[in-house]
C-alpha cells in the first residue's frame, strides 16, 4: 500500500522525513479557523490563529470559549472548577496575531482557512512560502478548489496536501486528507497522522472538486433549493422530510445557513465555469438573491431562516 501511494503522488528531491507536528498556525479565524484551532489546542499543539484584524482575533477567541464552555459542560458536569481549569489550560496553548508572515516562521504547519478564492489562498501561500521554514507544511481546508492549483503558487509542492474539516469542527469526526500528484508519501502521512491526534477519522481523498463529501453533498443542497423554486416544498417541509424521512441530523436549508450561503455560493460558481452544462451545478436565483442581500446564513443572523 506504502509503494502505491509512492508511485501515486512521486518523490521530489525535496522530499522530507514526517514531521510531527507540534506547533500550527491557522490562517482565518472564522466558523472553521477557530473550529480547527479550539481542536487543535484541546489535543495539545500549540496553536497561532491568524485572521486579518485583532478585533476578528478576538471574536475568534470568544467564540473558542464559547465552544469549549458547551464541551466543558458535558465532560465535566460533576466538576465545574476542572471544566473550567481545561478552558483556561486550553485556551494557553491559543495565540493570535494579524502578521501571517511571522506566524509562519516557526511552525510545523499551516493550514489555511480563508476564504473560498483560489486567487486569494494562493497570494497567501506564495506570499508564507518564502517566510515558512523549509520543513513546514501547508495545507487548505478548501471546500471545493483543487489542491494542485493552490499549491501551484508554492516552491513546495510535495509538502502541500488538503485537510478539509466540517462543521462545526469540535463535533464533526471526519477530515478528508488530499494529497497531490506532488504530495510526498511523508507529508501524506503528516497529515494523517495530524488529523489522527486531533481525535478525528482520516480518510484519503484524491484531489477532485470536492472530494468525497462536497461532491455528493452540494448537489443534493442545490437540488433542495430548485424543487423549492419550482414550488414543490416550503423550505419548512423539505428540511422536516429530510430530518424525519432521510435521518440527517439538519435539512439542507438549515444546513446551508449553517455553512454559510456565500461558501455554497463560491463552491457552485466555481463548479459551474468548470463544467458549465452540468445540471447539478446550475444557478437558484434564490441563493443569488440571498447573498446579494448579504444574508449569508448563522452567521451574518439570516440566511433561508432568521436567527436574530
Ligand atoms: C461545506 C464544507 O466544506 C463541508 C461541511 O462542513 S458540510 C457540513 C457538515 N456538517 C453537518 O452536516 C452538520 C449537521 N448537523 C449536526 O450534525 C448537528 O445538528 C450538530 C452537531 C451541528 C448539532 O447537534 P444537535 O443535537 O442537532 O443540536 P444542538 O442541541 O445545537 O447541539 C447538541 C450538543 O452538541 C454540542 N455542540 C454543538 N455544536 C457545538 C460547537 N460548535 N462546539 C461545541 N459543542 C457543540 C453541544 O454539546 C450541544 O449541546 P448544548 O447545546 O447543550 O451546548
Ligand atoms: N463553512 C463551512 O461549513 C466550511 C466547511 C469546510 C471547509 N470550509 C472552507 O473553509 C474556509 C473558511 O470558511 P469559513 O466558513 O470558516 O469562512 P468564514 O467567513 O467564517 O471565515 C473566513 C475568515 O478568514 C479571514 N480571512 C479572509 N482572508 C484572509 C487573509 N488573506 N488572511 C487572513 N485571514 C483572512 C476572514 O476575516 C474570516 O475571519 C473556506 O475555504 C471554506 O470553503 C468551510
Not at 493552490?150 to 477530515?175: C, E, Q, W, Y
Not at 442581500?293 to 440566511?303: I, R
Request: aromatic residues 8%; glycine residues 8%; proline residues 4%.
Amino acid at each position: 500500500m506504502a509503494f502505491f501511494h509512492q508511485i501515486c503522488r512521486g518523490f521530489s528531491s525535496s522530499a522530507v522525513r514526517a514531521v510531527v507536528i507540534k506547533h500550527v498556525t491557522i490562517i482565518g479565524g472564522g466558523q472553521m479557523g477557530s473550529g480547527i484551532a479550539q481542536v487543535a489546542a484541546s489535543t495539545g499543539h500549540s496553536v497561532t490563529l491568524v485572521d486579518t484584524s485583532e478585533d476578528i482575533l478576538k471574536k475568534s477567541v470568544k467564540t473558542i470559549e464559547g465552544s469549549l464552555r458547551r464541551v466543558v459542560k458535558k465532560k465535566f458536569a460533576d466538576k465545574p472548577e476542572a471544566g473550567e481549569e481545561y478552558v483556561q489550560k486550553v485556551l494557553k496553548n491559543v495565540s493570535t496575531s494579524s502578521d501571517a508572515g511571522s506566524a509562519a516562521q516557526g511552525t510545523d504547519l499551516v493550514l489555511e482557512a480563508i476564504v473560498e478564492n483560489l486567487q486569494v489562498k494562493q497570494d497567501l501561500f506564495s506570499h508564507l512560502d518564502k517566510l515558512a521554514p523549509a520543513h513546514t507544511i501547508f495545507a487548505s481546508n478548501t471546500s471545493s478548489l483543487s489542491i494542485s492549483d493552490i499549491a501551484s503558487s508554492t516552491s513546495r509542492l510535495d509538502r502541500f496536501g488538503g485537510l478539509h474539516f466540517f462543521n462545526p469542527v469540535p463535533m464533526m469526526k471526519l477530515v478528508e486528507v488530499c494529497g497531490t500528484s506532488a504530495t510526498s508519501q511523508e507529508t501524506f502521512d503528516s497529515l494523517m497522522n495530524f488529523s489522527k491526534e486531533l481525535g478525528k477519522t482520516p480518510v484519503s481523498c484524491k484531489d477532485t472538486p470536492g472530494f468525497i463529501v462536497n461532491r455528493l453533498l452540494v448537489p443534493y443542497i442545490l437540488e433542495a433549493y430548485h424543487l423549492h423554486e419550482r414550488g414543490h416544498g416550503s423550505k419548512e417541509d423539505v428540511d422536516i422530510a429530510m430530518k424525519l424521512g432521510a435521518g440527517y441530523p439538519m435539512g439542507p436549508f438549515e444546513l446551508s445557513d449553517y455553512i454559510g450561503l456565500d461558501t455554497i455560493k463560491f463552491i457552485l460558481d466555481g463548479w459551474r465555469v468548470m463544467d458549465p452544462n452540468n445540471p447539478s451545478f446550475a444557478p437558484s436565483e434564490l441563493l443569488n438573491k440571498l447573498v446579494a442581500e448579504g444574508k449569508l446564513g448563522k452567521k451574518t443572523g439570516e440566511g433561508f431562516y432568521k436567527y436574530k
